[in-house]
């Protein structure tokens, strides 16, 4: 077989742990087994008065290959840290206003399912009995009910039938008629016919009441009026709901008899409201849409009857990813990304803001990029996601200026590990002088006199960012002997909306340049063999990297991973396609089909001497395989070196979701690489 050593190599990888000689020492570097080992906190939740938190502690199954998350217990004070309930699969901690219970998901008993925790007797309990799985969980003032999203299914559309089936008879299965717009998305495949409703719930357990109908989804985010007589919800039921991708309102619900009125309708998204502590005022996150590429979320403030909007950060420039009010109704703590470094802020009603945390981390753990959470006690305490270049996500608070970490959950695993040390590089665009954020990662005993090879990892999105955070494809790239070098090009986030803007209705274009600039940074550092340049990046960065090949042969090898290859193409067949027109193009493909041909890969492809391997997830239906399939097959039609491999499964979210999958996929990438390095 023309790969068979390709084979090889991924089963080799994916088969490690299962398969290895016992160890007679500890492995000094990272390796994709090590993978399995690692483990990860998320979505830390504070107690009101601020003595402890509860979290999602994540870890992965090496028997079953995927992620396993419980719930654990952190007393503030002490330090000290247990698992909270019993079983696996739980996840969502929320605490009642009283900070008596805590309110949580679990996938313990087979069916993810909604229980309470009490923390005096130390007994859980479910409380209803659901159908799937609950979503934004929102106690009640007084803690006698609890809020939630649950899909509720409807039957499918019908045209025509079968003929009638003989009884014992073996038919194929029915036909499946598709009528919405959006009927699949990445991740969760085709979507079955319903709608994400409201509902309420005894706390003390009992049957769940529907409190909102109709053909429309509420899409994120339940908060409660203080009187506990209304629900603020988030979606759209305007008429053309379904093709309009961004648009979405902050809607006020009757709890008694679900009468809903609109409290926003503004052209934009309206959203993650939550509700001040004298009630009087809903804080929300919106922008005006102007169908840019990139619109900065702003922190908006309204009165709860939708009147008085404002905005308190339209001069930050950033956009803002979550918010919740201080316990005083003067500010409200949010939560945005700087120059790749995510923060926690407080906001006055004034617009003054104050930094309270930085450092925070939750992008992921394959790649470093922006991302965390946090949660507010009624005394100010701030806890949050923490993370740094030699571990992931970890919990910590900060109060009175003071930030303590309180977990380090991989200290002993990763002990006796070396790995790739992360140092930033200073770069300004050849194009127009304009600084560009940069980071290498050098390899485990890294020497300056040496030279190494260069693997230059772009980030997708486009409108993302990476920082100085932990990332396991690049332990794994520099474990290898790689430098790794990984930027913010123009259209990245966290610099400004003007700034990722430069890339709208013009992408790929001179962001190519700022990469380039950051290659030869690098090199001009004296430690990277200019003759071994290597150069890979997923979805937005699968893009870059397929245009670069396609204008450059300075590279050795390249590795496209799930990209859009061929804009028409990908537009009618990715499960964004709303948006995508509309945002990133002036016009449809049958309208200019000139500009969408001069943005595509594809149309480079005639040019591309450099050896490309090609990576999509089976089920990926974000940038569907057969972009990608497009470019193997034009690859091979000019007979350029290549080889497709496809992730079975996997989506274009989870190409990196299951461990030994991840591992394989980064040994496969050095496989490739290191065939065509000069030297070897």
């Known amino acids: 077989m023309r790969h068979s050593w390709f084979s090889l190599v991924l089963f080799c990888a994916a088969a490690a742990p299962a398969a290895a000689a016992p160890l007679e020492a500890p492995a000094p570097l990272f390796e994709g087994r090590d993978l399995f080992g690692l483990q990860w906190a998320t979505d830390p939740q504070i107690r009101p008065d601020g003595s402890s938190i509860a979290y999602v502690r994540n870890s992965y199954e090496v028997m079953t290959d995927k992620s396993r998350p419980s719930l654990w217990l952190i007393d503030i004070a002490s330090g000290k840290q ?185 052209k934009g998204p309206d959203t993650a409201q939550d509700v001040s502590p004298d009630g009087s005022k809903i804080a929300y996150l919106s922008f005006e849409d102007r169908l840019l590429g990139y619109q900065n979320l702003e922190l908006y403030v309204m009165d709860r009857d939708g009147q008085n909007p404002r905005s308190l950060t339209k001069d930050l420039d950033r956009t803002i990813d979550s918010a919740h009010w201080a316990a005083d109704g003067r500010s409200v703590y949010v939560q945005y990304a700087d120059h790749g470094i995510t923060k926690v802020a407080r906001v006055s009603l004034a617009g003054k803001i104050t930094p309270i945390a930085a450092g925070l981390a939750g992008g992921g753990l394959d790649r470093p990029y922006s991302g965390g959470e946090f949660s507010v006690a009624n005394n100010g305490t701030v806890a949050f996601t923490i993370g740094d270049a030699g571990s992931p996500m970890n919990v910590a608070v900060v109060r009175n200026g003071r930030t303590t970490r309180l977990t380090n959950l991989n200290e002993e695993f990763l002990r006796n590990k070396t790995l790739g040390a992360v140092r930033p590089l200073e770069v300004k665009s050849t194009f127009d002088q304009r600084p560009i954020d940069a980071w290498l990662v050098t390899p485990p005993k890294f020497d300056p006199a040496k030279k190494y090879p260069l693997i230059l990892e772009i980030h997708g999105g486009p409108f993302a960012s990476y920082g100085p955070t932990f990332a396991t494809d690049y332990q794994l790239y520099a474990a290898a002997g790689y430098v790794v070098l990984y930027t913010n090009p123009r259209g990245s986030t966290s610099y400004g909306e003007a700034f990722a803007n430069l890339i709208h209705h013009d992408y790929p274009d001179h962001d190519y340049d700022d990469l380039m600039s950051a290659v030869d940074a690098t090199i001009a550092r004296g430690f990277v063999d200019p003759q071994n340049l290597f150069v890979t990046g997923g979805s937005g960065g699968g893009v870059l990297t397929a245009w670069i090949v396609g204008r ?97 499964g996997a989506s274009h979210g989870g190409l990196a979701a299951r461990p030994s999958q991840s591992a394989a996929k980064a040994s496969a990438i050095i496989a490739w690489f290191e065939k065509y390095r000069r030297g070897r």
Do not use: C
Not at 111 to 125: E, K
Not at 183 to 189: E, K, L, Q, S, T
Not at 224 to 253: C, P
Not at 572 to 590: C, E, G, N, R, S
């Open 552 to 648: 450059t042969d300075r590279f050795r090898a390249a590795v496209t991973q799930k990209p859009v290859i061929n804009w028409t193409s990908f537009t009618l067949t990715t499960d964004i396609y709303t948006y995508a027109p509309k945002y990133w193009f002036a016009k449809a493909p049958w309208e200019d089909e000139v500009a969408y041909w001069k943005r595509s890969p594809l149309s480079l492809v005639g040019s591309v001497k450099t050896p490309t391997m090609v990576v999509v997830g089976e089920q990926d239906m974000r940038t569907p395989p057969s972009d990608a399939e497009q470019y193997y097959q034009a690859l091979q039609l000019r007979n350029v070196p290549t080889a497709l491999i496809k992730v079975p």
């Open 82 to 266: 247990w698992p909270l309930a019993t079983g696996v699969g739980s996840s969502s901690p929320r605490w009642s206003p009283d900070g008596t219970r805590l309110a949580y998901v679990s996938t313990s008993e087979g069916r993810a399912q909604l229980y309470v925790y009490w923390l005096q007797s130390g007994s859980s309990t479910r409380i209803a009995d659901l159908t799937d799985a609950p979503e934004d969980l929102a106690w009640s003032p007084d803690g006698r009910s609890i809020a939630f999203r649950l899909f509720t299914p409807e039957p499918p559309p019908e045209f025509g039938s079968a003929p009638p089936k003989p009884e014992g008879a073996n038919w194929a299965p029915p036909l499946i008629v598709i009528t919405d717009v959006t009927y699949r998305a990445d991740g969760a495949g085709m979507l079955k016919p319903g709608y994400t409703h409201v509902f309420v719930v005894s706390a003390d357990g009992g049957a769940p009441r529907q409190l909102t109908f109709g053909a429309f989804n509420e899409i994120g985010g339940l908060a409660w009026s203080r009187d506990g007589k209304s629900l603020y919800i988030t979606g759209n039921r305007l008429a053309d709901w379904e093709r309009d991708a961004v648009n979405t309102e902050v809607y006020e619900v009757s709890v008694a008899d679900g009468t809903i009125k609109a409290l926003t309708t503004r």
